[in-house]
Nanobody, 123 residues
Framework: HVQLVESGGDSVQVGGALNLSCDAS????????MGWSRQAPGKEREGVAS???????SIRHSVKGRFTIYMDTAKNTLYLHMDSLEPEDTAMYYC??????????????????WGQGTQVTVS
């Protein structure tokens, strides 16, 4: 099965941008629905974005227009580009994967393969 390692989290100012990466190994990410989830202190984990095998993206409404999910299958890497960051975006961000016909941001939190997370702090 796939193993996932996130990177790119940082502390940024409001309005700033970050690019998160998720390096995968053990299996091609093209076999999976890939996604990003986040969890803020005291809150439940929530799906942020997903991308299917054919490149179809699903984005959470609150970040639509600011976040972009994409993947490079040659590098076996998933990305999340985040623009116009807001304090509400502060959270631990996790990369996730699942072999599933339902590839939507709303189900990312139920995926079965996870990375260790990378912290994003906006202030």
């Amino acid at each position: 099965h796939v193993q996932l390692v996130e990177s790119g989290g940082d502390s940024v100012q409001v309005g700033g941008a970050l690019n998160l990466s998720c390096d995968a190994s053990g299996d091609p990410i093209g076999r999976y629905c890939m996604g990003w989830s986040r969890q803020a202190p005291g809150k439940e984990r929530e799906g942020v974005a997903s991308i299917s095998l054919n490149g179809r993206a699903s984005i959470r409404h609150s970040v639509k227009g600011r976040f972009t999910i994409y993947m490079d299958t040659a590098k076996n890497t998933l990305y999340l580009h985040m623009d116009s960051l807001e304090p509400e975006d502060t959270a631990m961000y996790y990369c996730a994967a699942r072999i599933t016909p339902v590839c939507d941001y709303a189900v990312v939190r139920d995926f079965n393969y996870w990375g260790q997370g990378t912290q994003v702090t906006v202030s």
